[in-house]
């Protein structure tokens, strides 16, 4: 008489494994196209962190902050006016003040930064938000070379508020009758 054995052929183990080999390409790839989008999202939110954080800043302590943008290197940084031992900077101590240097992330690079009209695409520039709320009118694009992506960063002068615009953003001017 034959008895049953209990378990598994090894036909079906090797089906399970194609399956299970099978899945795991396509988690792979798909984790690999979100990722690049993850990157960008990360380097937006950060930079509008700092944004916000620098403008809070200026208004609580009543004082003029800077944030710096050094397009060639990605990176950027908060030049606060205290100095590193401690207490306000003396004018023209510029160089011990406390700065926060944050890069942008691998695949994202600074395209352009456009401050009160004025388009730079190389070197180091700067925005100031002063005690009362208000900072620099600047645009910051953000370029994703691996998917040509752009991404737009909006800070309105008057009130240093944020916006955020995919692709490339560029507000209207007011014309004479819009305030009629």
Same mark, same amino acid.
Do not use: C
């Given at each position: ?67 710096? /943008?050094?397009?060639?290197?990605? %990176? #950027? ?5 205290? &100095? @590193?031992? +401690? ?55 953000? /370029?994703?070379?691996?998917?040509? %992506? #752009? ?5 309105? &002068? @008057?009130? +240093? ?20």
């Amino acid at each position: 008489m034959r008895t049953s054995r209990a378990g598994f052929s090894l036909v079906e183990i090797l089906a399970v494994l194609v399956i299970l080999g099978l899945m795991a390409g396509i988690a792979t790839v798909s984790w690999q196209a979100t990722l690049p989008r993850a990157q960008l999202n990360t380097s937006v939110r950060v930079l509008s962190e700092r944004i916000h954080g620098t403008r809070a800043d200026a208004i609580a302590r009543n004082l003029e902050f800077r944030l710096y /943008y050094d397009i060639e290197k990605n %990176r #950027y940084w908060v030049e606060t006016p205290y &100095a @590193l031992e +401690g207490g306000r900077l003396a004018v023209g101590d510029e160089e011990h003040a406390i700065v926060f240097e944050t890069p942008l992330e691998q695949s994202i690079a600074f395209h352009e930064i456009v401050i009160d009209g004025e388009v730079y695409t190389d070197g180091t520039v700067y925005v100031r938000f002063d005690p009362l709320g208000a900072a620099s009118d600047h645009r910051i694009i953000l /370029y994703q070379e691996m998917f040509d %992506r #752009y991404f737009t960063i909006e800070v309105l &002068a @008057l009130t +240093g508020l944020v916006r955020f615009h995919d692709d490339f953003f560029e507000r209207e001017p007011p014309r004479d009758g819009d305030f009629d």
